[in-house]
């Protein structure tokens, strides 16, 4: 039985950690024949991307902090020089200060809202039009959403704001960089036990609310979302872009239940 992704090579930028979903696609990746490249953002968590990329056989693990321009940059003339070409980018990154997250939403700082944006949603745009010329082939670039970027859940706060700017990144990207046979689209995952979902107050009631409420009765496996990515990046999600794939055990069609 053929691979999926056999012959294809997968840049996954954001895995953190092994409870994270870029690590789940990034085992998904691999499992269905493709070279996984990892990056990793500075010094304290290179040793760990490492070892985290040694774990998925990762074929080089590189450093790149989204928010610099320079190091974007330099991350595309090391692939360069390594003679380098992408089928597939996976965006897996955000962030917002806990203190944001943690009061109001209309207590957020000025500063915090820019920085939730820029890395959460401007870094999108700015890798893939720096990596695009590294798809001559055309390819796809998946990023990682949320359902707070259309319905408000609390303590989310301003990063549903920055997954709404996301994802409306998804639709503006998919249709410039159609043209190339660049597919671009955001998975809306379910909520999942990853460290950065610690930072939001009470999200153990989150969990419990979706396990309760969705149509399976579940919440979501970070391998669900890692097989949707493989889908998406390979030649059976081919006629699929601009496009806010949920998995998340039907979640998000259900209204309010009554007593």
């Not at 490249?37 to 985290?52: I, P």
């Not at 390594?82 to 009061?103: K, Q, Y």
């Not at 798809?135 to 706060?157: C, D, E, F, K, Q």
Request: with cysteine.
């Amino acid at each position: 039985m053929s691979q999926l992704l056999e012959g294809k090579t997968v840049l996954i930028l954001g895995v953190a950690n092994k409870w994270s979903i870029a690590y789940a696609i990034a085992e998904a990746c691999k499992r269905e024949g493709g070279k996984v490249l990892l990056t990793y953002q500075g010094e304290r968590q290179q040793r760990t991307v490492e070892d985290l990329g040694a774990d998925v056989g990762a074929s080089m693990v590189l450093n790149c902090d989204v928010t610099r321009d320079e190091e974007i940059g330099t991350l595309v003339e090391q692939l360069k020089a390594a003679g380098v070409t992408l089928d597939c980018v996976v965006h897996s990154i955000a962030f917002a200060n806990r203190e944001d997250l943690s009061r109001p939403f209309q207590q957020t700082s000025r500063a915090g809202f820019g920085l939730a944006l820029d890395v959460s949603a401007y870094s999108l745009v700015a890798v893939s039009n720096a990596l695009a010329p590294l798809m001559p082939n055309g390819g796809s670039i998946l990023t990682l959403s949320y359902l707070g970027a259309v319905r408000v859940v609390p303590n989310y706060n301003v990063m549903g704001v920055a997954k709404a700017a996301l994802e409306a990144c998804v639709r503006y990207l998919a249709n410039e960089m159609g043209a190339a046979n660049i597919r671009v689209n955001a998975i809306s995952a379910g909520p999942i036990k990853t460290a950065s979902a610690r930072g939001i107050k009470d999200f153990s009631k989150v969990l419990d609310g979706v396990a309760a409420l969705a149509p399976l009765k579940r919440v979501t496996d970070p391998a669900e979302v890692a097989d949707t990515a493989v889908f998406l990046a390979s030649h059976l999600g081919r006629g699929v872009t601009g496009n806010v794939l949920y998995v998340d055990a039907g979640f998000q069609v259900m209204g309010l239940l009554g007593a």
